[in-house]
C-alpha cells in the first residue's frame, strides 16, 4: 500500500509558476511509475504527467513544454513543475502511485489561475 500527500497548490495570475510536490509513505524506487492527473469542474480526469522508476518521463499534449516532471529518491517525492500557467491549468491535481497491480491516489490539490 503506498499513501500519497500532495502540496504546493494555490493561486497564480496567467503567466506565472508552481510546483506542486507528492510525497510517498514508501521508497519510489520500488514504485512502478508515478503519475500526475488533474479534474477540471465538469470535465474528465487529464493525464499531465509520468515519471518511472527508471527516469522515463511523458506528458499529456497539453502540458508539453510547459510541465516538468522529476523525482527524488532520497526525500520519496515527485514534483511538477509548472510554468507559462494558463486559465484552463485551472483544476485539481492528483498524485497517483502505480505498485504493483493497483493505483494509489492522494486527496488532490487545487490550483487556480486568474488574474
Known amino acids: 500500500q503506498v499513501q500519497l500527500v500532495e502540496s504546493g497548490g494555490g493561486l497564480v495570475q496567467p503567466g506565472g509558476s508552481l510546483r506542486l510536490s507528492c510525497a510517498a509513505s514508501r521508497s519510489i524506487v520500488s514504485i512502478n511509475a508515478m503519475r500526475w492527473f488533474r479534474q477540471a469542474p465538469g470535465k474528465e480526469r487529464e493525464f499531465v504527467a509520468v515519471?518511472?522508476?527508471?527516469?522515463?518521463?511523458n506528458y499529456g499534449d497539453s502540458v508539453k513544454g510547459r510541465f516538468t516532471i522529476s523525482s527524488d529518491n532520497a526525500k520519496n517525492t515527485v514534483s511538477l513543475q509548472m510554468n507559462s500557467l494558463r486559465p484552463e491549468d485551472t483544476a485539481v491535481y492528483y498524485c497517483?502511485?502505480?505498485?504493483?497491480?493497483?493505483?494509489?491516489w492522494g486527496q488532490g490539490t487545487q490550483v487556480t489561475v486568474s488574474s
Open positions: 515519471i518511472t522508476n527508471i527516469g522515463s518521463t
Open positions: 497517483g502511485a502505480v505498485y504493483g497491480s493497483k493505483t494509489y
